[in-house]
């Protein structure tokens, strides 16, 4: 993400949000609380030295995640079910490779 998109996800001015990134002036608890909303995270995760929690990750998406998402729910049932069974396949060959022995 660019420094100007998540200034204007604060509202502030990208200069400000610089300040706060070189510790020169301290972030609010208001604009943490709108990074945390965005990215659909707690102030606590945002706060911690730690990965956040499963539960965050797993309803952040992407942009292109949406985007894809958005296609995803525009197509037939039965494409639907099409495009399942081929990342179904992709996700398998995917695993199998992770799962083979490494030869060094």
Do not use: W
């Not at 990208?14 to 945390?36: F, N, T, Y």
């Not at 495009?83 to 083979?100: I, P």
Request: proline share 3%; glycine share 2%.
């Amino acid at each position: 993400m660019q420094q100007g998109e998540l200034a204007n996800i604060l509202g502030i001015h990208r200069s400000v949000l610089s300040r706060i990134e070189k510790g020169h002036r301290p972030i609010r608890e208001d604009e943490l609380l709108r990074i945390a909303r965005h990215f659909h995270v707690s102030i606590d995760d945002l706060l911690s030295n730690e990965l956040p929690s499963q539960a965050s990750t797993e309803t952040y998406c992407t942009t292109r995640e949406k985007e894809l998402l958005r296609k995803y729910r525009a197509i037939s049932r039965e494409n639907q079910k099409l495009l399942d069974a081929l990342l179904d396949s992709f996700y398998r060959s995917v695993s199998n490779n992770d799962e083979k022995p490494q030869n060094r």
